[in-house]
Structure formats: structure tokens, C-alpha cells
């Protein structure tokens, strides 16, 4: 039985790149849980619980937290942080950066965040300061978002020069295909009445 438990925001690379972050700290001593439904509870009970980059409702929350030995939150939005802060055990809460950045740098303070992670945050907070993001972005979306074997295998990857430049190579040929079926799609469009 696990003590720890891990809920994450679903399909989502920020999310999961803050579980991955968890997941280097705690391997398989917890449990992960992708979740998306921000006013549903968890069955989970008697845990020590890490939020990262999702915000249940206010009542949810509460919920959790009476069930649970202690819940930390690892977030970046801003629109729950209020009352999260006054809820959670611990908070961590910071607009300017991912979520997978505050959960890496939580998690090992005295480590610079990986390459992977600016990437991911890059994408996150709508920036793409960092030259061939969106390329890198296209290449993180065709790993997907359930295997936290592979993203260390990529983290390690973008680590390495030559093999980023392989990686950046791949997201500009994901990158021109899927601007080709983009607009594919567009050129089948047609007008539509609806209702009258």
C-alpha cells in the first residue's frame, strides 16, 4: 500500500512533466492519478497527497483534505490560489512559472530544472522564447502523457546537444505534417445553417 499519492492534471504536459518531477523524487513509492474533474474527490484516504498543476473546488479540496494525512499543492494558477493556500498543508504557488517547474524545483532546490521542463513551460505560459519550442512541442505531444519511463528517456535526450537536434529535426517533420492536414481540413469547410 502506498502512503503518497500524486494527482496531476489530465493530457496535459505541464501536468505531467510536475508528476515526472514527483516521480524522480518518489519512483514507485506512490501512486500517480491523471485527473481533470476539478469538483470530483478522489477515493483516497489517509495519504500524504501532492496537487500538481490542477485545482479542484474549494469544497472538494476540503474534502481531501480531512481524508488525508497532508496535502501539498504545486500550482501556477491563479484562479484557485486563495483559498488553496489557506487549505493545503503546504503551497506552492508561483504565475511566472509551469507547474512542472515549481514541482521540479520543490522537489530538488539545489538542481537546475531540465531542459524538458523549460520546453514544457515555455509552451505552457503561451512564451516560446526558447528557439525551437514548437518543434520540441510537437515531439513532447506525440510521446503522450502515461509513461514516465519514455519521458525520462526524452528529458535525457534534450539533455544531449546532438540528440536535441535529432528531436528538433522530427517536430519540424511532425510540424509541417500537421500544418498539411490543418489545412487539408480547412480547404474541406463549407457553410452551414443551423436552426433556420
Not at 493545503?88 to 524545483?105: G, H, I, K, L, S
Not at 522530427?170 to 436552426?195: H, P, S
Request: aromatic residues 14%.
Amino acid at each position: 500500500m502506498k502512503n503518497i499519492t500524486v494527482i496531476y492534471d489530465k493530457n496535459c504536459p505541464d501536468g505531467f512533466s510536475g508528476a515526472w518531477a514527483t516521480w524522480k523524487k518518489f519512483g514507485d513509492k506512490a501512486e500517480y492519478i491523471p485527473f481533470k474533474e476539478h469538483n470530483k474527490v478522489p477515493n483516497i484516504e489517509d495519504k500524504e497527497i501532492y496537487i500538481i498543476d490542477f485545482s479542484f473546488t474549494e469544497s472538494a479540496l476540503r474534502q481531501i483534505k480531512e481524508k488525508n494525512k497532508k496535502v501539498i499543492i504545486l500550482n501556477h494558477h491563479e484562479s484557485a490560489a486563495e483559498y488553496e493556500e489557506k487549505i493545503a498543508d503546504e503551497f506552492r504557488y508561483d504565475p511566472e512559472n509551469a507547474a512542472c517547474t515549481v514541482a521540479w524545483e520543490y522537489f530538488f532546490p539545489e538542481s537546475c530544472v531540465p531542459q524538458l521542463l523549460k520546453y514544457v513551460e515555455d509552451a505552457d505560459l503561451w512564451k516560446f522564447q526558447i528557439p525551437y519550442s514548437e518543434e520540441i512541442g510537437e515531439v513532447i505531444e506525440s510521446i503522450g502523457f502515461g509513461d514516465f519511463e519514455k519521458w525520462n528517456r526524452l528529458a535525457e535526450s534534450i539533455e544531449d546537444e546532438e540528440k536535441r537536434e535529432e528531436k528538433i529535426k522530427l517536430g519540424k517533420t511532425l510540424l509541417e505534417y500537421k500544418r498539411q492536414i490543418i489545412k487539408e481540413l480547412v480547404n474541406l469547410a463549407y457553410k452551414v445553417e443551423f436552426e433556420g
